[in-house]
């Protein structure tokens, strides 16, 4: 195992193409974790329609976890609410059991 590294996992609000879905990645620092919560953070205050909230949303394009398997965190407004409607958000269940 690599220095600050850990095996607990946490899912991710991934961009795959055109739609998002949770991703399960593990093998995460403190760092990434940090910013994985961050994002799981921006979403919910995005979905509860809190101000500037869609903005934070978008410095996320393209950037990534980190962790194994990378993924991309959802920065698309629309699709995140596509997503919401379909799986009900539950900040508590970001940390894999």
Same mark, same amino acid.
């Given at each position: ?20 879905e949770t991703v ?7 760092a990434e974790r ?5 994002? !799981? @953070?921006? +979403?919910?205050? *995005? ?6 909230? =869609? ?27 596509? !997503? @919401?409607? +379909?799986?009900? *958000?539950a900040y508590e269940?970001?940390?894999? =059991?």
């Amino acid at each position: 195992m690599q220095p600050g590294k850990y095996f607990k996992s946490m899912y991710v609000l991934a961009q795959l193409g055109n739609s998002v879905e949770t991703v399960e990645v593990g093998g995460l620092s403190r760092a990434e974790r940090e910013a994985i919560a961050r994002h !799981w @953070a921006h +979403v919910r205050n *995005f979905l509860e329609g809190k101000p500037g909230a =869609e903005r934070r949303l978008q410095r996320y394009e393209g950037k990534r976890s980190g962790g194994h398997p990378p993924a991309e965190f959802a920065s698309d407004p629309t699709d995140i609410e596509l !997503w @919401a409607r +379909v799986e009900p *958000f539950a900040y508590e269940s970001i940390y894999v =059991e």
